[in-house]
């Protein structure tokens, strides 16, 4: 079954309060003010189910940049927020969250406009998942402890020591996120830093910043004090690259390309700022010959077509055993079929388009460069022909190893699939990538799945499940799929700075 003109249906008006909100003016977040950009400039935010632009937003230039580090820097050594009891801190996380909660339509809303996701999506995994995020850290804010230590310092005749561990927040923080899961990216980016006491100056993605502006609503409602939370729209190799390079910044935190992640790493090693990054990925699927192949099907589809494949761990390399693999690719063909394309707002939509035209043709290329290279498409492999961003579901056979479109991130909804014999095999061919991000080992034989767990380089492994991630669940890459965990206690690390005490008793 394949989708066809009509398949598509069309996009339905947004809510009145959505309609509002987006028709405001372009305005930045600085000091706990709206503000517009200094030179007036602003940026065009287009509906990806349409190709039609539905707003505009301040696009932020250098002198923004400065103004919301001085905000930031000011909030940061003489404003309430570090000072603050810890509990006040928590308190105002959680009525951020109760905001976030009360407003749940309309951030769905908002975010399937602005990114294409489904509306329903949104609403069941963005949204409530960017409320518990600022629950969770909201909680660490009161959990945060030093250690005290022995030592042997020697030297000093009869001396005594008293030696402790402090953590203090790191300081003004700058987060530049990406346009898959805006809100959840940018609740990811915000919770942890201002549980601990730093001030941030986050940048949206330029395609969708919609979500981030509500949120800063939400934020001075909340009631939490000017300059502790500075947004800032605009572009990455303006805004962005300013506020990377800015020395009145401690650190920054960044979700997107590896390319970018690389030129953020050199930018900031000019002034030694604290960088975490988490980058791309490749994420192999490896399904052994007991695994329940039904099971398989579904699981499969989810990992690599969630979010239309715009997922940093998204299941895009599929590995399975050759016994079952003709049953399950098949299987898998039928079910990318079945997946019905159309605009994030329609109830009957299963699957929204990219976030871009840019990201379109970037999909669509490398599914070409697939083909030219003598890989087979099996299902999709094209976009239906309707305005808007859309590309089907795709599942690509006949692939060999060194062919790009098993080597680099697509970043789509794009699946090359391939056979394997030998556990030994499918080791060596899931860690033969730059990225390792995230892995699935589909089988109910546990000795095998705790054998594959240790040899597979990924920061997270599922087992019979794929992309399920979890407030306390460290989430981060190894190799170039980025540096440093988010999430859990280790996000808590990563934005406090460690002070050893050592007085003379
Ligand atoms: P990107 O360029 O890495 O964008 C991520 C964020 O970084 C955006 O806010 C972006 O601003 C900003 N940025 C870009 N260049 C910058 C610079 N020189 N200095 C500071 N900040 C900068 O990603 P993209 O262009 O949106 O997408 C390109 C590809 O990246 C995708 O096709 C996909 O393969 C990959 N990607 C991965 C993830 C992930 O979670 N791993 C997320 C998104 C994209 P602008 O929005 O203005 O560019
Ligand atoms: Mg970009």
Known sequence: MSTVLSDIAAQPAPSSSVRAFIGKKPRLLINGE????????????????????????????????????????????????????????????????????????????????????????????????????FRYMAGWATKIEGTTMQTSIGGVPGAKFHTYVAREPVGVVAQIVPWNFPLAMAAWKLAPALAVGCTCILKPAEQTPLSALRLGE?????????????????????????????????????????????????SAADTVKRVSLELGGKSPVIVLPDADVNGVVGGAANAIFFNSGQVCTAGSRLYVHRTIFDRVVEGLSAAAGEIRLGPGL?????????????????VLGYIESGRKQGAAVLTGGEAPSHPGY??????????????????????????????????????????????????????????????????IKAGTVWVNCHNMVDPNMPFGGFKQSGVGREHGRVAIDMYTELKSVCMLV
Do not use: C
């Not at 103004?67 to 509990?87: N, T």
């Not at 795709?394 to 699946?415: C, Q, S």
């Open 346 to 362: 329609d109830q009957a939509t299963q699957m929204g388009p990219l976030v871009s035209k840019e990201q379109q043709e970037r």
């Open 218 to 266: 939400l934020i001075r409602e909340a009631g939490i004090p000017p300059g502790v939370v500075n947004i800032l729209t605009g572009l990455g190799e303006t805004t962005g690259a300013a506020l990377v390079a800015h020395p009145g910044i401690d650190k920054i935190a960044f979700t997107g390309s590896t390319e970018v992640g690389k030129l953020i790493s050199k």
């Open 34 to 133: 709206w503000v517009e950009a200094r030179s007036g400039k602003t940026l065009a935010v287009f509906d990806p189910a349409t190709g039609s632009e539905i707003a505009r937003v301040a696009e932020a230039g250098v002198e923004d940049v400065d103004r919301a580090v001085a905000a930031a820097r000011a909030a940061f050594e003489s404003g309430p927020w570090p000072e603050m009891l810890p509990a006040a801190r928590e308190a105002l996380l959680w009525r951020l969250a109760d905001l976030i909660e009360q407003h749940a339509a309309e951030f769905a809303e908002i975010e399937s406009l602005d990114n294409g996701k489904t509306r329903f999506m949104a609403s069941i995994v963005d949204v409530p998942g960017a409320r518990n995020y």
């Open 390 to 455: 859309f590309v089907k579901p795709t599942i690509m056979v006949n692939v060999r190893p060194e062919m790009r479109v098993v080597r680099e991130e697509i970043f789509g909804p794009v699946l090359v699939a391939q056979r394997f014999d030998q556990l030994d095999e499918v080791v060596k061919a899931a860690n033969d990538s730059p990225y390792g991000l995230g892995a699935s080992i589909w089988t109910n034989n546990l000795s095998a799945a705790h054998r594959l767990i240790p040899r």
